[in-house]
């Protein structure tokens, strides 16, 4: 069964910094990419980053930008996003998301690609 979980969201105040962790699990597929969501309230959800396993290569939203950055512990199937310099518009309940056997990964993918998806995680900044 394939199941992926976030951790390691929380309540901080803007310019602090948060590292949320996305392990995934039950899959065989060498190729994959995971991908950072987050909706907040009355918003729709929006991609914040993604990662591809065949090359590494990352991707961001221009709203996070030079302040977040996504890494992977490939040895663990676990991808981590490091959000700095956080700010009160960063709150909203973000997402973990897997796309199994892709190879080629040439921008944010869009949420209906994705296969498997995490329970969310809340980040909620205060000023």
């Known amino acids: 069964e394939v199941q992926v979980v976030e951790s390691g969201g929380g309540k901080v105040q803007a310019g602090g910094s948060l590292r949320l962790s996305c392990a995934a699990s039950g899959f065989t597929f060498d190729d994959y990419a995971i991908g950072w969501f987050r909706q907040a309230p009355g918003k729709e959800r929006e991609g914040v980053s993604c990662i591809s396993s065949s090359d590494g290569s990352t991707y961001y939203a221009d709203s996070v930008k030079g302040r977040f950055t996504i890494s992977s512990d490939d040895a663990k199937n676990t991808v981590y996003l490091q959000m700095n310099s956080l700010k009160p518009e960063d709150t909203a309940v973000y997402y973990c998301?897997?796309?199994?056997?892709?190879?080629?990964?040439?921008?944010?993918?869009?949420?209906?690609?994705?296969?498997?998806w995490g329970q969310g995680t809340q980040v909620t900044v205060s000023s």
């Open positions: 998301a897997l796309l199994l056997d892709v190879r080629v990964v040439a921008g944010l993918v869009p949420d209906y690609e994705y296969d498997y």
